[in-house]
């Protein structure tokens, strides 16, 4: 087996002085690409495995096929951009049979006051602004908490 020479060791000592845009600058070089990681032990290793591949050579070819046969079955696994999850669970999720058609008008009578809420295809609009839910508006309504849908008469009666 192999073992390190000294020159690799002290590049691999001296890689975790580096600061983290150092890393990435260092990464750039050796893979030829900009990484959007910046988690230093990742970068780290990541460095390292690739210098000592340099130095000794890579996975051999029975190594290689292994990894792209498993590869090839394995599921994808990529990071979101934000908020994507909620908006593709948004656009997933059926939309509630309790709620009428968007541009419906909800009215309700507290405190002498009644107030309005329009349906919209994704959410609802009071008072000029949009609210995710129904339970929302009421409790912004009243002050305390209540079921959306009960106090806009919304919830299904049971049948007798």
């Given at each position: 087996?192999?073992t ?8 691999m ?24 990681i ?14 000592q ?9 029975e ?25 593709m669970?948004?656009?997933?999720r059926?939309r509630?049979?309790?709620l ?7 009215r ?22 949009r ?23 919304l919830l299904?009666?049971e049948?007798?």
């Amino acid at each position: 087996m192999a073992t390190t020479d000294d020159s690799l060791l002290r590049e691999m000592v001296a890689l975790r002085k580096l600061t983290v845009e150092e890393l990435r600058a260092r990464y750039l070089a050796l893979f030829g690409e900009e990484t959007t990681i910046r988690n230093k032990d990742y970068l780290f290793k990541r460095i390292a495995y690739r210098l000592q591949e340099k130095k000794y050579g890579g996975l051999t070819e029975e190594a290689r096929a292994r990894a792209e046969s498993l590869a090839a079955q394995a599921p994808v696994r990529r990071r979101l951009p934000p908020g994507a999850a909620e908006e593709m669970a948004r656009a997933t999720r059926p939309r509630d049979p309790r709620l009428p058609v968007p541009g419906t008008v909800l009215r309700r009578t507290h405190g002498g006051v009644e107030h309005a809420v329009t349906v919209l295809d994704e959410g609802f609009e009071y008072l000029g602004e949009r609210f995710e839910s129904l339970s929302v508006v009421a409790r912004k309504i009243t002050g305390t908490r209540w079921n959306g849908y009960g106090y806009f008469g919304l919830l299904a009666k049971e049948s007798a």
